[in-house]
């Protein structure tokens, strides 16, 4: 989740950044990997879907700052343009493997958590 506190620094409210290796060493590679993300990940950079994720970003704060108690009919505005994103590049096989098909993988992650 530090990618989270990076990625929405405004919106994790009380989120504290913890090292998850401090409770199961097999999390250490995660967290070096996680702080070697950047901002510019965060937001997709030059990606396709970069004005996708962008728009929604801007929306979900506005909304949030409107009705932060998260539960008007903004939300379902919001995920019903963020679905068909979802739907296209999230497959699950099979034998349950997640593929995630796209250069924008932090906002069309934090899609998924918000919808």
Known sequence: ?????ACFPHATGSYVLVDPS???????AQKSFDSARSGKE?????SLHASIWNKFHSQLQEKLLEDPSFSGDW???????AYPVIF???????????TLSTDCPAGVLSMVLVC
């Not at 989740?1 to 506190?5: D, F, N, R, V």
């Open 75 to 81: 939300v379902h505005q919001l995920c019903g343009s």
């Open 88 to 98: 296209r590049v999230v497959s699950v096989d099979q034998d349950d493997t997640f």
């Open 1 to 5: 989740l530090g990618w989270l506190a």
């Open 42 to 46: 965060c937001f997709c950079g030059e």
């Open 22 to 28: 401090d409770y199961d060493p097999s999390y250490s």
